[in-house]
Nanobody, 127 residues
């Protein structure tokens, strides 16, 4: 059973930075892709970025590209999300997730394609 635990959220002023971390355990993740999502109150869960566990290849859509960077540490079994130049509209609960079938296809942004989820960590950006 895969377990994902996010940490690193908190309150930050606009323009500031935060680094989120997702600790993964339960099995080897070779062949998986790990993704970060967020969900603001009253909104749908939004894809942010993904990374292939084995190769480290990343996918960042335009919405946060240039401000958010995903990474992974294979030795520590963690996935990180570095967030810079934060804006009040970045306020949300941030989730990491595991796509166990990523080796069969390309990156996906669809929530239903991710099989395991963490409990989320709150990020609040004040103006």
């Amino acid at each position: 059973q895969v377990q994902l635990v996010e940490s690193g959220g908190g309150l930050v002023q606009a323009g500031g930075s935060l680094r989120l971390s997702c600790a993964a355990s339960g099995r080897t993740f070779s062949g998986y892709a790990m993704g970060w999502f967020r969900q603001a109150p009253g909104k749908e869960r939004e894809f942010l970025a993904a990374i292939r566990w084995s190769s480290g290849a990343t996918y960042n859509p335009n919405s946060v590209k240039g401000r958010f960077t995903i990474s992974r540490d294979v030795a520590e079994n963690t996935v990180g999300l570095q967030m810079n130049s934060l804006k009040p509209e970045d306020t949300a609960v941030y989730y990491c997730a595991a796509d166990t079938r990523a080796s069969l296809r390309g990156f996906t942004t669809e929530t239903y394609e991710y099989d395991y989820w963490g409990q989320g960590t709150q990020v609040t950006v004040s103006s």
